[in-house]
């Protein structure tokens, strides 16, 4: 049961244009949504976050947009550069019960090649 | 102020050995996660621990598998009897405290563990 998705494995985009990755849920109880980039051996590093409560969080050239209803999230990067190549992945998690436990539910990851 | 520290970065146990792989958080934080990463997959969480304490194991294989955070000393997680399909990169995250909306994950870079 694959709760977070990120349909397409790789993405191309030339230097300087938009890069749009997409991921979808299907847990509703999901309250807070991140984006990682991962580079070969090593470990996923923290890109943005969005709460549930908003539908879209800015950080310099990185944008996340969140749509509920759709349960969908898209990460968009403006310009691209090539050391934005990467495998991203789209990560959510649930508040529960115990003790706020913040444990995250991953995509399978977007391969990221910016081409110059 | 060094980061998530896991050690070794790569791993190679025979069929039937014992692995054991060490993740010492951040500085400050008490809260560590593991995660397992197949290949051509997502980051799969495995267990969540605070100090002398596991909190959510729900990702751990039922047998096996085993995980510790001492008071004193990193955290430990533990492959019994290792097979082949417990290839895998293992991620140890630390955060500072958990709750609603606030995530202060940081990944070490992992331990690639190969089963020959």
Redesign the interface.
């Known amino acids: 049961d694959q709760q977070?998705k990120?349909n397409s494995p790789s993405l191309s985009v030339q230097e300087g244009r938009i890069s749009i990755l997409n991921c979808d849920y299907t847990n509703s109880m999901f309250?807070?949504f991140?984006w990682?980039k991962k580079y070969p051996?090593?470990?996923?590093?923290?890109l943005i976050?969005i709460?549930s409560i908003k539908d879209k969080n800015e950080d310099g050239r990185f944008t996340v947009f969140l749509n509920k209803s759709a349960k969908h999230l898209s990460l968009h990067i403006v310009p691209s550069q090539p050391g934005d190549s990467a495998v991203y992945?789209c990560?959510a998690?649930a508040?529960d019960g115990?003790?706020?436990?913040?444990?995250?539910?991953?995509?399978?990851?977007t391969r990221l090649t910016i081409n110059p | 102020n060094a980061g998530v520290m896991q050690n070794p970065r790569h791993l190679v146990r025979r069929r039937g050995q014992e692995a054991r792989l060490r993740c010492s958080p951040m500085k400050g934080h008490s809260h560590v996660y593991w995660y397992r990463q197949l290949p051509e997959e997502g980051l799969k969480f495995m267990v969540y621990l605070q100090k002398e304490n596991i909190i959510d194991e729900s990702g751990m294989p039922k047998e096996r598998f085993s995980a510790e955070f001492p008071k004193e000393g990193p955290s430990i997680l533990r492959i019994q009897q290792v097979v082949r399909g417990d290839s895998a990169a293992y991620f140890c995250a630390s955060s500072r405290r958990t709750g609603t909306g606030t995530i202060g994950y940081t990944f070490g870079s992992g331990t690639r563990l190969t089963v020959v």
């Open positions: 977070v990120q309250d807070y991140l990682y051996a090593e470990g996923p590093t923290f976050s709460s992945f990560a998690s508040a115990i003790q706020g436990a913040q444990k995250l539910v991953f995509g399978q990851g």
